[in-house]
């Protein structure tokens, strides 16, 4: 076995071949056109991140069933580990199996999360005290917007690891609607990672929102920014696309709709949104590449030819913008609070309390969430009659998410409680939600906002409702589904020591984060002046042979606050890698889990652990309820042949 | 229904048995349409919401001072002559997959080849006329694409919707030559059926785009 036998570097040396192409066109072009210098960055990277992702795909092999299919010859489906390697080598090139496919998804998910979460270590360490200590501005900028889209590509990564393995094995289908195009999607984020760290390289510094003018200018590391994106949201819309086939159009005899695990509900409405929001998000980046480009004049005002014909507008960026934007949020959070609605009724061992409800309210989310975008913008200077629509639709949100809680809150009233890590953290994902949630009508309301926007308090507000949302039910998920997906336990010290410390630090960070805001520290900013709050002790000097001394440099009250959400920070930074430690060290050590630690009446627990190269061996017919826990002699699948002969 | 299917397609199958989308027999064939089928109309609903975000940025940005909706001078005999040849098109991919469908391979072909040289003359006429990249003896085109909002929609329009059209000529000229080579039956055509709707849509879209760019709003001097 070779190294170039692994997809991954064939892939990526096809992305640098691909990009030295983009560069060679752009040159080619230009002396063409008869310019005296034919070497133009801002056209060279846009075009060659566009031909390197494209060779990425080509050089690991996702598309090469499709360039047989374009001259007539259509290869099976190749099943199990690649002929002639070992069988780890599968996780490193293009495989059709959704199990493998959604592993994949899980630990690039978690590569995008150190290198977000590497990033706010940085600048978190670089707020503590007031002053720049070690990051240029800059630098910090180019922090920010990167810790932004590396985690927001690490929760549409983790989205898809959830919903690749899971759906699937939930609605009890062999594998996904369209695998090739399954493995398409998923090889695509790969190329845009690298995308995304060539720009750490190259400099961007407007924050992960890109607002122009500023993103119209500057270096040119915002090509490879904006490609990294228009690729991860590719990959959304195609996986979107999948997940919906599978779930119609693949369930066995008697999955009725209203039968599926209640995850699959959440699953339909983010895919719903994936496949629709995500194209306005591909289309934004793509007219701030042009304009940055070529001059098109979108956004910037200034950018005319006479004074009677019209101008770019950098308001119509915010909407369209925000109009992905903000419905990403339910994206990445509608799947998150799926999972605790699918974790609680196994640990609490009683009926998922209001099944339809939570169904629905997963839908009635979705829904709203396209109608509230402008709540990002009451500041922003667009027309002041839009602002009490949106902040009525934005408020309209709270009723389908209370819906969940005390769906949650009944399902817990008089259960049997046992309390293992997937547990604690579906509780503490409750917690933290309920902290973003609560903080959340605070900013939809255009009077408090108009004070609020630009401060702190939003950075709270929103890292709960994502950690709330999405982190804490994707570590719960992973600690549930990890004996299923390897047949091994995790360490259950390790894991409930993760949880521990991760709770109150998250507490801490977010209420810490709230806090500042209030006493006025503005977000997306480098340095604050010490004395904002007021201060602690201050700066004394004394005066030594003549001159002032400085001995001690005094302490303010944001500065404190600072102090205490960075060391929270670290907290849940190492107790992230104690999880990944114990994720990998389990694999080796673990004990073995059997085929249903959990005792979950769901299908996928009925299987064994691992589950083998073809989930189901015959198909199962649905004969009850999901959640009926507790409830003697019910049975929710049977795994025996369905009588023959209907067809 | 589909629980119905599904559950009978792994009768079909037997145990554990995946098989290709081009594989045996007809019940597999037609699961597969299925899939494919929602598949596509899916890609569709998806792609609404980028000529949607482009029609609104039109809307948006192309107003005069008191807010009134206006629109570039252009060539209304270009705009008008390459509309005509699109919506020409769609009739002649109409005629080839009815063709396919009834088996008649002759049908298909001219179908095939009509709409693919429609597409070209559509791509081709934008190309020269309304971009001005190829140069055209006595003819200068309107607009440059840093020339303002104006510039910038009606490239970015055009643009987005030209690489649909690209994409839709490489989609016939393939399924074109399968059909040749007899991989299409009237039962089973499903890469027909998709290249024509895929042109369809694409069709479908500029007559929205058509008016937004060429006829609505008072024209502006630049």
Request: hydrophobic share 50%; aromatic share 14%.
């Amino acid at each position: 076995m070779t190294l170039m036998s692994l997809g991954l570097v064939r892939g990526l040396v096809g992305q640098v071949v691909g990009t030295l192409i983009g560069f060679a066109l752009i040159i080619i072009g230009r002396l063409l056109m008869g310019y005296d210098d034919p070497w133009y960055a801002e056209g060279a990277w846009a075009l060659g991140s566009v031909f390197g992702t494209l060779g990425f795909l080509v050089g690991v092999g996702a598309m090469d069933d499709w360039f047989q299919w374009m001259v007539g010859r259509f290869p099976p489906i190749h099943h199990g580990p690649p002929k002639g390697k070992p069988a780890w080598t599968r996780y490193f090139g293009v495989d059709y199996n959704h199990k493998i496919i959604g592993i994949q998804y899980g630990v690039t998910s978690l590569v995008a999360l150190m290198i977000g979460g590497g990033c706010a270590v940085v600048f978190r360490t670089e707020l503590a005290r007031s002053g720049l200590q070690f990051l240029s501005p800059e630098l910090y900028n180019t922090l920010i917007g990167i810790h932004g889209w590396a985690a927001l590509a690490s929760i549409l990564l983790g989205v898809g690891a959830m919903a690749n393995y899971l759906v699937p094995l939930m609605v009890g289908a062999d594998d996904m609607a369209f695998p090739r195009l399954n493995a398409f999607a998923y090889w695509i984020n790969v190329p845009a990672i690298m995308l995304l760290l060539g720009s750490l390289v190259m400099n961007w510094d407007s924050g992960w929102t890109f607002y122009p003018p500023l993103s119209t200018r500057g270096s040119v590391g915002y090509q490879l920014a904006f490609y990294s994106i228009y690729m991860i949201g590719l990959s959304s819309i195609l996986g979107s696309i999948n997940i919906i086939v599978t779930m119609l159009l693949m369930r066995p005899k008697g999955m009725s709709l209203f039968r599926m695990p209640i995850f699959c509900w959440a699953m339909l409405a983010t895919s719903l949104l994936q496949m629709t929001a995500t194209q306005t998000i591909g289309q934004a980046v793509l007219m701030l590449s042009l304009e940055r480009a070529l001059g098109m004049g979108y956004f910037d005002p200034v950018s005319g030819l006479a004074t009677a014909t019209p101008n770019g507008d950098p308001i119509l960026f915010q909407h369209i913008f925000w109009f992905y934007s903000h419905p990403a949020v339910y994206i990445f959070v509608l799947p998150g609070l799926g999972i605790i609605s699918e974790i609680l009724p196994v640990f609490a061992r009683k009926p998922l309390f209001g099944y339809r409800w939570i169904a629905m309210s997963s839908l009635a989310i979705a829904l709203v969430g396209f109608l509230v975008w402008g709540h990002h913008m009451f500041t922003s200077g667009y027309s002041p009659y839009l602002r009490i629509p949106f902040m009525l639709s934005t408020l309209l949100v709270a009723v389908p998410t209370g819906v969940k809680f005390f769906s949650w809150l009944g399902t817990l009233w008089g259960g049997k409680l046992t309390f293992p890590t997937p547990m604690l953290f579906a509780l503490g994902a409750i917690s933290v939600f309920l902290i973003g949630g609560l903080s959340g009508p605070v900013l939809a309301t255009v009077t408090t906002d108009l004070y609020l926007h630009d401060t702190y308090f939003v950075v709270g507000h929103f890292h709960a409702t994502i950690f709330g949302g999405f982190v804490f039910p994707f570590f719960a998920a992973l600690y549930f589904w990890y004996p299923k997906i390897t047949g091994r336990m995790y360490n259950e010290t390790l894991g409930k020591i993760h949880f521990w410390l991760m709770t109150p630090a998250f507490w801490m960070m977010s209420l810490g984060q709230m806090t500042v805001g209030t006493m006025g520290m503005r977000r997306r900013i480098a340095d604050y002046e010490q004395a904002l709050g007021g201060m602690i002790n201050d700066p004394v000097t004394v005066v030594r042979d003549g001159a002032n001394v400085l001995i001690s440099h005094g302490l303010g009250k944001v500065e404190v606050g600072h102090i205490i959400i960075t060391i929270a920070g670290f907290t849940i930074a190492f107790s992230v890698l104690l999880m990944i430690y114990n994720l990998f060290n389990s694999l080796d050590v673990g004990e073995l889990a059997g085929n249903n630690p959990w005792r979950s009446r769901s299908p996928e627990w009925q299987i064994p652990s691992p589950i083998p190269e073809h989930s189901y061996p015959t198909p199962i017919t649905v004969v009850g309820e999901p959640y009926d826990y507790g409830l003697a002699g019910s049975t929710y699948v049977s795994m025996t042949p369905a009588p023959g002969g209907d067809d | 229904m589909s629980a119905h299917v599904t559950a009978a397609h792994g009768a079909a199958h037997g145990a554990g048995a995946h098989e290709d989308s081009h594989g045996d027999g007809a019940h597999s064939y037609a699961i597969h349409l299925q899939h494919s089928r929602l598949g596509l109309w899916l890609f569709f609903i998806s792609e609404i919401f980028l000529f949607g975000a482009l029609l609104a940025a039109r809307f948006y940005l192309w107003r005069d001072d008191h807010g009134a909706i206006v629109r570039p001078e252009l060539d209304q005999v270009v705009g008008l002559i390459v509309t005509g040849v699109l919506l020409l098109s769609s009739w002649s991919m109409n005629m080839a997959e009815t063709g396919m469908e009834y088996d008649d391979r002759r049908t298909f072909s001219i179908g095939m080849i009509s709409t693919f040289i429609l597409g070209s003359i559509f791509l081709v006429g934008v190309m020269i006329f309304e971009w001005g990249l190829i140069p055209f003896p006595g003819y200068t085109a309107h607009l440059k694409p840093w020339d303002g909002a104006f510039g910038a929609i009606v490239f970015g329009m055009t643009g987005i919707h030209a690489l649909h059209v690209l994409s839709g000529l490489i989609f016939i000229a393939i399924v074109w030559r399968l059909g040749r080579l007899g991989h299409y039956s009237g039962e089973q055509h499903w890469g027909v059926e998709a290249c024509a709707i895929y042109w369809h849509y694409v069709d479908l879209v500029w007559i929205f785009f058509y008016p937004a760019i060429y006829l609505i709003g008072h024209a502006v001097h630049h």
